[in-house]
């Protein structure tokens, strides 16, 4: 009876994602060289009518691009950000307000040694608003310890003897050094593409996976079937970044232009990140940045966290708590909090819908200014891949 019920209990948490079904975890795959990019672009719609003067709504529009490099020696990242909003509010003589905000960041990482976790670091940061009079501009260097690892591709190498089994082209699950071997090879596709071509080089790339493996196929090779089944998994099938890992990095940066034109000014700045994956299926991860003007009371602080859950192949789940604190030299703290959760529904691997809740609470110290309650806003959307 003892038996049967443990069983029981280890099958409920398998079917919860406490306790997975595979031996080999996201954070076995201990690989910094790999090479990821996505681009997006999409919109939100927000209307109210009814009780009020007129109809209410608010329209956005984003798009966003990130890469990454990531190597023993050295890291590259680029992030860039675009959005457009267009509001108008719900009291007779309210008119449509609309706001543009373009921004670029990037960051370059040089490792001391290849075996090394201490690295320097260069930074650039670029904002575009259209509400205010200039571009903001900033430079940074500094120094930092630790590194995050995009472990995605084991992700999908797991994904891909789950769909090999499913359909009888594997006669068993490979072994952990062998999903660890078929993710390097899966992370490897630039080099695939690079040495024979972008017309040519899948069938090559397909034959090294199956090298990989050989030892589990319930044939000789994968055939034809077994290369449709990749394909889909690869190519048709969302699975979003898997990562692990910690870093901090503090240094100076030079503002070389601000929003208002006024003089440039040297700051502090400090970040720490930590990803961390549980199981096969969620993702956490948390940003913090700091950022102060040397010589000057004022200062800006924020934590990002996010965790995300993979509810099935077509579904994720996104909560997130984001909140902010901005000091200024002469006048009161500013808090912004904002709890969020997302359901994403992939239509296909580069269309996707999703149905977002926030909660934003604002803290100035101020009473009565039409800020005082918690404001909660329910947005539909839909995003397109391009990358």
């Known amino acids: 009876?003892?038996?049967?019920?443990?069983?029981?209990?280890?099958?409920?948490?398998?079917?919860?994602?406490?306790?997975?079904?595979?031996?080999?975890?996201?954070?076995?795959?201990?690989?910094?060289?790999?090479?990821?990019?996505?681009?997006?672009?999409?919109?939100?719609?927000?209307?109210?009518?009814g009780n009020q003067d007129q109809m209410s709504y608010d329209v956005l529009l984003q798009g966003n691009y990130d890469y990454s490099n990531t190597s023993l020696a050295k890291?590259?990242?680029?992030?860039?950000?675009?959005?457009?909003?267009?509001?108008?509010?719900?009291?007779?003589?309210?008119k449509s307000v609309e706001n543009t905000i373009i921004d670029l960041d990037l960051r370059y990482d040089k490792y001391l040694k290849p075996t090394s976790k201490f690295f320097f670091y260069g930074a650039g940061d670029t904002t575009y608003d259209s509400n205010q009079k200039e571009l903001f501009a900033k430079i940074g260097a500094g120094?930092?310890?630790?590194?995050?690892?995009?472990?995605?591709?084991?992700?999908?190498?797991?994904?891909?003897?789950?769909?090999?089994?499913?359909?009888?082209?594997?006669?068993?699950?490979?072994?952990d050094d062998q999903l660890v071997k078929l993710a390097q090879v899966i992370d490897n596709e630039n080099q695939y593409r690079s040495n024979f071509g972008a017309e040519e080089y899948e069938p090559k790339w397909y034959e090294a996976m199956e090298k990989?493996?050989?030892?589990?196929?319930a044939k000789n090779g994968l055939g034809a079937a077994g290369a449709l089944h990749i394909q889909r998994v690869l190519i048709d099938e969302p699975i979003s970044v898997r990562k692990h890992g910690w870093f901090v990095r503090s240094g100076l940066g030079y503002i070389i232009n601000?929003?208002?034109g006024s003089?440039?000014?040297?700051?502090?700045?400090?970040?720490f990140n930590y990803?961390?994956?549980f199981g096969l299926k969620t993702q956490f991860e948390n940003t913090f940045n700091f950022s102060k003007i040397l010589g000057d009371e004022g200062y800006f602080a924020s934590n990002l966290m996010t965790l995300t859950y993979e509810i099935s192949d077509r579904v994720d789940w996104e909560n997130s708590l984001n909140l902010s604190l901005i000091k200024p030299a002469s006048s009161k703290s500013n808090w912004t909090n904002v709890l969020g959760t997302t359901f994403r529904y992939y239509l296909t691997n580069k269309l996707n819908l999703e149905a977002s809740l926030t909660a934003t609470q604002f803290a100035d110290g101020v009473d009565n200014n039409g800020n005082d309650d918690i404001e909660l806003a329910t947005l539909f959307g839909i995003n397109y891949r391009l990358k």
């Open 212 to 217: 990989e493996l050989a030892g589990s196929l």
């Open 143 to 175: 120094a930092g310890y630790g590194r995050v690892i995009n472990a995605t591709p084991l992700a999908k190498a797991i994904r891909i003897a789950e769909e090999l089994m499913e359909h009888s082209i594997l006669s068993s699950m490979p072994s």
């Open 1 to 49: 009876m003892k038996s049967k019920r443990t069983n029981v209990l280890i099958f409920l948490l398998m079917t919860m994602n406490l306790l997975p079904a595979f031996a080999i975890q996201i954070e076995d795959y201990t690989f910094p060289d790999s090479s990821f990019s996505e681009a997006f672009i999409g919109g939100q719609f927000n209307s109210k009518t």
């Open 263 to 271: 003089d440039s000014d040297v700051t502090l700045d400090v970040e």
């Open 258 to 260: 601000q929003f208002n």
């Open 275 to 277: 990803a961390k994956p």
């Open 75 to 94: 890291n590259f990242f680029i992030n860039l950000n675009g959005k457009t909003d267009s509001s108008k509010g719900p009291n007779s003589g309210d």
